[in-house]
């Protein structure tokens, strides 16, 4: 009887493991965004088709989209559309004042890089990783303030923070 139960037992896991990922679309809460980045890296690269993108912002920290609010809308050209990957939160993001920004070079259709503040009162990084494909994208990042900051020690505004963009039509001029 013991070995019957966990028999059931090993089954109902077996059966229910990994269930939360399954039919998940990429770029959904249930995906891990490291496992996206990497898939995402060996994909023959597309190019964001232009037209009207639908932006949304999730996290609370010091990252502002540039219409002040937690959704926006974005136009891009032909050109626009191909420029998005090498530097996405210069499109999507207000600018910050004596930060730089460094971007890695784009693999596949993966991309990532940080905002780096070094000469504020309390430096600043936005690092980030995101993933696109011909009509969406993905950002997702981390706010840190100063060097003191660890898992028991956080600044006002620092944390996880997501941008997602979706393709919803052409655009109007």
Same mark, same amino acid.
């Given at each position: #009887?013991?070995?019957?139960?966990?028999?059931?037992?090993?089954?109902?896991?077996?059966? =229910?493991?990994?269930?939360?990922?399954?039919? *998940?679309?990429? @770029?959904? !809460?249930?995906?891990?965004?490291?496992? +996206?980045? $990497?898939? +995402? *890296?060996? %994909?023959?690269?597309?190019? =964001?088709? +232009? @037209?009207?993108? !639908?932006? *949304?912002?999730?996290?609370?920290?010091?990252?502002?989209?540039?219409?002040?609010?937690?959704?926006?809308?974005?136009?891009?050209?032909?050109?626009? +559309?191909?420029?998005?990957?090498?530097?996405? =939160?210069? &499109?999507?993001? !207000?600018? &910050?004042?004596?930060?730089?920004? !460094?971007?890695?070079?784009?693999?596949?259709?993966? #991309?990532?890089?940080?905002?780096?503040?070094? %000469?504020?009162?309390?430096?600043?990084?936005?690092?980030?990783?995101?993933?696109?494909?011909? $009509? /969406?994208?993905?950002?997702?990042?981390?706010?840190?303030? /100063?060097?003191? %900051?660890?898992?028991?020690?956080?600044?006002?505004?620092?944390?996880?923070?997501?941008?997602?963009?979706?393709?919803?039509? $052409?655009? *109007?001029?």
């Amino acid at each position: #009887m013991r070995l019957r139960i966990l028999g059931l037992v090993w089954a109902v896991t077996m059966a =229910l493991g990994g269930c939360s990922e399954i039919g *998940s679309p990429p @770029g959904s !809460e249930a995906s891990d965004p490291k496992v +996206a980045f $990497d898939a +995402a *890296s060996l %994909e023959t690269p597309v190019s =964001l088709t +232009a @037209g009207r993108y !639908e932006i *949304s912002l999730g996290g609370g920290t010091l990252v502002e989209l540039k219409s002040r609010s937690r959704t926006a809308e974005m136009c891009l050209n032909s050109y626009d +559309a191909t420029q998005f990957p090498k530097d996405p =939160l210069s &499109w999507t993001v !207000e600018p &910050w004042e004596t930060c730089s920004t !460094e971007v890695n070079p784009a693999t596949g259709n993966a #991309m990532s890089g940080a905002r780096v503040c070094r %000469e504020r009162k309390m430096p600043m990084t936005a690092s980030y990783t995101g993933t696109h494909n011909a $009509d /969406s994208f993905r950002i997702d990042g981390v706010v840190k303030q /100063s060097d003191d %900051e660890n898992a028991s020690v956080m600044h006002l505004g620092s944390g996880n923070f997501t941008i997602a963009g979706k393709r919803v039509g $052409d655009c *109007s001029l």
